[in-house]
């Protein structure tokens, strides 16, 4: 199939770095406002630059669009492209809120189209690994999730778009929480309650720098996380607790550290639990492992594994979380992840 990549930051510099894996599929175009930096991703990659995203969405030689650009234009973008009959691969966030990720479900829906949301942090080793373990119910049945996830920051983070209530829709719970929450509803399943205390402790900006919630599960398991811009450096922890053992993934490989998988199994006797460690390589692989669960689901006529329901999903937990810390209270949901 051929590709058009909309937004040549980091992002969408990795998405088709991954596309070289993969030579039944072409890059067409690459598209981004900042024209000179479409032109220097596309001569990476033999194909054309265009500095409008419709020029590119549109064009009658694209077959899917992965859309890379910043949270304020994913909507519009991803529905156009649906409306065009192109499959879509579309950055998390699914949009700035809960309504905007619903209108590119129902488009991709009204259209027989795969909208897929850029979870990539399913398609790391450890954590493919773990989910296997916990089919087999190595662990057995789960009973608590705890995760950290965070980053040290930079100067000038104030100034960045991340940073714009407008033009990002959220702060750190919307731009790496959502990443946690993915995997929790992917390890343990949909939600019954959340409660959250959402904070901006130090930045001078309109959006939270940390967020600290809470989470019921509908398996009945509870899970606690913490995401932050101020840890001052990277850190990514997740461990999933069950009646029989445990599972902990530490690092996600370049400055957050080795990517680690330690699984315990609890013994009948009591003491020390029986551990195995594995580390995985440096080189991250997630994005082409991304891939080629998208392709399989076009080719396959199926919801991908990180689809856009569950794009829908993470963001209706989301603003949950803002309703539970804004009114002091736990809130409730439905079925479909809605407020009671």
Known sequence: MNIAIIGAGLIGGKRAAALAHFPEDTLRVVCDVDLARAQGLAREHGCDAVADWREAVLRDDVDIVVNAAINAVLEPITVAALSAGKHVLCEKPLGRTADEAARMVETAELHHRVL?????????????????????????????????YGHGSRPGMEQEWRSSKDLCGGGELLDQGVHVIDLIRAFGGDLRDAYARVETKFWDIEVEDNAFALLGLRSGATCQFHVSWTNWRNVFSFEIFGTQGYITIN??????????????KRRAEGGRPDIEVTEYPAEDTSWREEWKEFRSAIDEQRAPLGSGRDGLMANRVIEALYASSHSGARVALDMEGRIV
């Open 116 to 148: 897929k949301t850029g979870f990539n942090h399913r398609f790391h080793p450890a954590m493919l690994r773990a989910r296997a373990l916990l089919q087999e119910g190595a662990i057995g049945d789960v009973m608590v999730m705890r995760a950290r």
């Open 251 to 264: 690092g996600l490989g370049g400055s957050y550290g080795p990517e680690t998988l330690e699984v315990g």
